[in-house]
């Protein structure tokens, strides 16, 4: 049962409009009660309910948007999108970021919930624990989350087994057998829906034309940046296993880094090696060789997850799932 004012002012002997006026930082409370009530609430792990304050206060217009980083492309061509959804209505946007840090996530999801008082969440590219959603459905709090699906929230994402298998079948029909995957660190597990359904839909391709699966030419990475890119190669390198291609799941800034570190051992692409990427950034037509890549149109995912927001909160919709087809866009690297 969540901690109540009653509670709390029951514990250190004060009436709970005292505690209640310490909570909103009242000044004409002593500092000395005011330092007691607040040690019982760090001590008792109460939180403030500012979300049925703000419902009875009116709407807060605030949406928030919470992700690992929001300097990587992806998640800055989705605020693109956002933003340019809200230009015209009176909605701000509030960021939160765990910098990469999962220990953080669970904290952060509380500190939205119980002390920002949004009218909605959106997760780009975090899915919250089960605990957490359960948090948010009892107070009323739509979650929406860009690229990562989990039970009970709204999801907007582009169909990654499809867009996977479109990616290595061409490179098969291309005459390439030795094909590897950079993938996300949790690919081999639907915790991270995005990796593992890219994983599973490369590995389709590879059963429907009659290549067996080998492990090592699976190479993981963390964050999708260029430098994993070029230490990703580094690996491929070192492994017992021959590649003839590599499909970089794992987006286009680290197939970019793949490409440079090719370059630089003397590998020709796509001669040597054919190398197609994920998502159709802008990096993919200006490294060279310009990147052959799997489109998702993220711009128009950010939008909509804007417009799913607000069906939300006005009621007009309920927990939906929007997926977006992904095309293979041909350029010169594979």
Known sequence: MAVTIKDIAKVVGVTPTTVSMVV?????????????VQK????MNYRPNYIGRSLVKGRTNVIAIASGFFSNM??????RGMES???PTNYRINQYATRGIMEK???MFREILYGARPEALICVSLKPSPEIIAEYNKEGLPVISVEESAGGISTVKTDNEK???MAVDYLVKKGRNKIGIVAGKSAGSPGSANSYERLKGYKDALTMHGISFNPERVVEVADYTFEEGLEGFNRMLRRDALFDAVFCAAGD???????????EKGIKIPEDLSVIGYDNMVIASIVKPALTTVNQPIFE?????IDLAMDLINKKETVKTITFQPTLVFRASA
Do not use: N, P, Q, W
């Open 85 to 87: 959804k809200l230009i």
């Open 301 to 305: 995912m950010g939008r909509s997850s």
């Open 74 to 79: 992806f998640t800055v061509e989705i605020m």
């Open 24 to 36: 909103r930082g009242d000044k004409r409370i002593s500092i000395a009660t005011t330092e007691k």
């Open 40 to 43: 019982v609430i760090k001590e």
């Open 105 to 107: 996530e669970d904290d």
């Open 253 to 263: 800034m680290t197939a970019a880094g793949i490409i440079r570190r090719a370059e």
């Open 163 to 165: 867009g996977a298998f």
